[in-house]
């Protein structure tokens, strides 16, 4: 059982930066891929970035990629993303999320169904 709660969403003008954190719960963290995915009024749940559990890779969705960075820290149990060169159209609800991949430690799953720990969310708002 892994409990996830994010922290770090705001408001913030457009061209500015956020750091999101995700801080888990459970011993065995370091063994699930994590993601943050985001979903904006009216809008499917999206997949925003992943980092596998074994590290050394990362992946973006291409409006994000070059401005967000996804890192995790499994000392601390916390997955962060850090945000830069907001727009208004990065509006939504953060959530991350965490995939039971114990096998592969390469895996960045992409697919919503494919994570099986959600946290409440964070609400990021970027004004024009």
């Known amino acids: 059982q892994v409990q996830l709660v994010e922290s770090g969403g705001g408001l913030v003008q457009a061209g500015g930066s956020l750091r999101l954190s995700c801080a888990a719960s459970?011993?065995?963290?370091?063994?699930?891929?994590m993601g943050w995915f985001r979903q904006a009024p009216g809008q499917e749940r999206e997949f925003v970035a992943g980092?596998?559990?074994?590290?050394?890779?990362?992946y973006y969705v291409d409006s994000v990629r070059g401005r967000f960075t996804i890192s995790r820290d499994n000392a601390k149990n916390t997955v962060y993303l850090q945000m830069n060169s907001l727009k208004p159209e990065d509006t939504a609800v953060y959530y991350c999320?965490?995939?039971?991949?114990?096998?592969?430690?390469?895996?960045?799953?992409?697919?919503?169904?494919?994570?099986?720990?959600w946290g409440q969310g964070t609400q990021v708002t970027v004004s024009s």
């Open positions: 980092i596998p559990w074994g590290g050394g890779s990362t």
């Open positions: 999320a965490a995939a039971d991949t114990p096998l592969d430690p390469g895996r960045i799953p992409r697919g919503r169904n494919e994570y099986k720990y």
């Open positions: 459970g011993r065995t963290f370091s063994r699930y891929a």
